[in-house]
Each structure stands twice: as structure tokens, then as C-alpha cells.
């Protein structure tokens, strides 16, 4: 199951909550996670994830919104919405994905520093890897350069497929 099966758990809708309370004055985990609970119980949804679960995916998004420099941290545990943020919650009030982030320079320096390093035993490492990449910068699968029916487009394709795993993981 994706986490975009899940009511208000896509990572479009965790960023936005985020943003949206952000703009309000400074966010912190627990705050967030008490926003969630609220929005769930206000929309008379049941989260389907544990409570545990649904805490990391926020952590992980308020961790991307500080590297794309739409949150600064203010101290231990606690960020506030930056100037960019505010111009990014006004262009995308619905929130963002990491396709969207990927265009702002320091989120994207982070995606390439932390791509997926070859093992060097796969002939075709190289193809996957290339694959990989496009799929974190947001690229469609439609971008692969190599012709439909050979080895070289399925490994950039399983490249392509996984980074959409890791994006939404």
C-alpha cells in the first residue's frame, strides 16, 4: 500500500499541515502531531498508520522543509516558516512533494549527495543509477533514453521505480 492510500497521510498533505501551522508561528513535532490528530478528527477519518509511524513520516518532512530552507530551526526541536516558505505555502497552499523541493538548490544538492551509490557487481549499475536520479529529481519515466526492449531500459526503469519507492517512503 502507498502512503497516498492512506486520508491525509500523502506527503503533499503532511507539508502542507506543516507549512500551514508554521505560518501561524513556530512549529514543533509534537505540535504537528497534534494538528494531524485534529485534522483527522475533524475530517471523522481513522489514520490507518500507528501513531509511531505517522510521527517519523512528519519528522522526515519537517527534516526536508529545514533542508530546502522552508523551515529554519530556531533551537532543539522547534522551526519557523522562512520568507521562502511563506512564498512557497502561497504558491502551493496544498502543500508540496519532493519533486516540488527538488527545484529549490539546497534540496536538491541533499538528493544528490545521498542518491543511491552502486555496488559495483551490476553490469549495469551505471543505467540504474541513471534511472535512480531522474526518479528522485522528479523526472517521468517517460525520460528514459533507452530503447524499450533492452537491458539498459529496464535498469534505468527499476532505477526510476525505486527512487519513487524511496520518495514516497
Known amino acids: 500500500m502507498f502512503q497516498n492510500d492512506f486520508p491525509l497521510l500523502s506527503t503533499a498533505s503532511l507539508v502542507a499541515l506543516i507549512m500551514h501551522k508554521a505560518s501561524s508561528g513556530p512549529v514543533t513535532l509534537e505540535s504537528c502531531e497534534t494538528a494531524l490528530d485534529a485534522l483527522f478528527r475533524q475530517a471523522n477519518e481513522t489514520p490507518g498508520l500507528p501513531p509511531a509511524e505517522r510521527r517519523d513520516r512528519l519528522a522526515g518532512h519537517l527534516a526536508d522543509l529545514q533542508t530546502a530552507c522552508i523551515l529554519e530551526p530556531l533551537g532543539a526541536g522547534i522551526w519557523q516558516l522562512t520568507r521562502r516558505g511563506r512564498r512557497a505555502l502561497e504558491q502551493h497552499p496544498e502543500g508540496l512533494d519532493q519533486t516540488d523541493l527538488a ?55 527499476s532505477g526510476w521505480s525505486e527512487a519513487q519507492e524511496d520518495r514516497q517512503g
Open 103 to 157: 527545484r529549490y538548490p539546497e534540496f536538491a544538492e541533499h538528493l544528490r549527495r545521498n542518491a543511491h551509490k552502486p555496488c559495483g557487481m551490476d553490469p549495469r549499475g551505471a543505467h540504474f543509477d541513471e534511472g535512480f536520479r531522474a526518479g528522485m529529481t522528479g523526472q517521468p519515466i517517460t525520460a528514459n533514453p533507452y530503447a524499450f526492449d533492452n537491458a539498459d531500459h529496464q535498469a534505468w526503469e
